[in-house]
């Protein structure tokens, strides 16, 4: 079975321009969550999709970040306009089920991350 | 939020045992989660503890005190391939269930 899909793994852009990263999750995971890990830190939750509808976007920067899961399958995470402080690794992350519904459901699966450089 | 303490590293020999110590501070809490980190590579699921008590998976077992808000993850006869950064994830209930995750430990095995 594949596992978590992003592309691209590596982005390298100048500060004020647009860039997007791309996330395929386990099939058959309903949750889908994007995180942010600044070197030498622990994953930080951006957003957590359940099918189509975010259900926890409390910590994405709504002013330049913005995400979607058309479909309940793939999801986009975009920012715009990039900022030097956006360095870091954008992992994504699935689960068959959500949080409290038990370990095989709530297990979360991580892909191997985009690695930002804003310049 | 959650303060979730862990040391940053710790170094070992090959064939030893090394104890990754985690305390967190939650209002709700509902469940610990250990990950493993290597260099560059994205987070893969070890352990989980919900009840007090030891869970044991092969050289790896997790320990966990709610009383005390305090877990470790015990790896017992230390391979090269278990260099990596271990990350302590704690969930709250009153988050929406969200997963707050450590800085890491990142753990040196030496021949």
């Known amino acids: 079975e594949a596992g978590v899909v992003q592309s691209p793994r590596y982005k390298i852009i100048e500060k004020k321009q647009p860039v997007a990263f791309w996330c395929n999750p386990i099939?058959?995971?309903?949750?889908l969550y994007w995180y942010r890990q600044n070197l030498g830190q622990g994953p930080e939750l951006l957003i957590r999709?359940?099918?189509?509808?975010?259900?926890?976007d409390s910590q994405l920067p709504k002013d330049r970040f913005s995400a979607e899961r058309l479909k309940g399958v793939d999801s986009t995470l975009k920012i715009q306009p990039a900022e030097l402080g956006d360095s870091a690794v954008y992992l994504c992350?699935?689960?068959?089920?959500?949080?409290?519904?038990?370990?095989?459901?709530?297990?979360?699966?991580f892909g191997p991350g985009t690695r930002l450089l804003v310049l | 939020g959650q303060n979730i303490d862990q040391p940053t590293e710790m170094t070992a020999t090959e064939g030893a045992i090394v104890q990754i110590n985690c305390t967190y501070q939650?209002?709700?809490?509902?469940?610990l989660f250990w990950y493993q980190q290597h260099a560059g590579e994205a987070p893969t699921f070890l352990s989980y503890?919900?009840?007090?008590g030891l869970e044991e998976k092969g050289r790896f077992s997790s320990f966990l005190s709610r009383s005390k808000g305090y877990s470790y993850l015990l790896l017992k006869e230390l391979q090269m391939k278990d260099s990596a950064s271990y990350l302590c994830?704690?969930?709250?209930?009153?988050?929406?269930?969200?997963?707050?995750f450590g800085a890491g430990t990142t753990v040196t095995v030496r021949a």
């Open positions: 099939s058959g995971h309903n949750t």
């Open positions: 999709y359940e099918n189509e509808e975010a259900v926890d």
């Open positions: 503890n919900v009840l007090d």
């Open positions: 939650t209002s709700g809490f509902n469940g």
């Open positions: 992350a699935s689960s068959l089920g959500t949080p409290g519904q038990g370990l095989m459901r709530e297990t979360q699966y």
């Open positions: 994830a704690v969930r709250d209930r009153g988050g929406d269930y969200k997963l707050s």
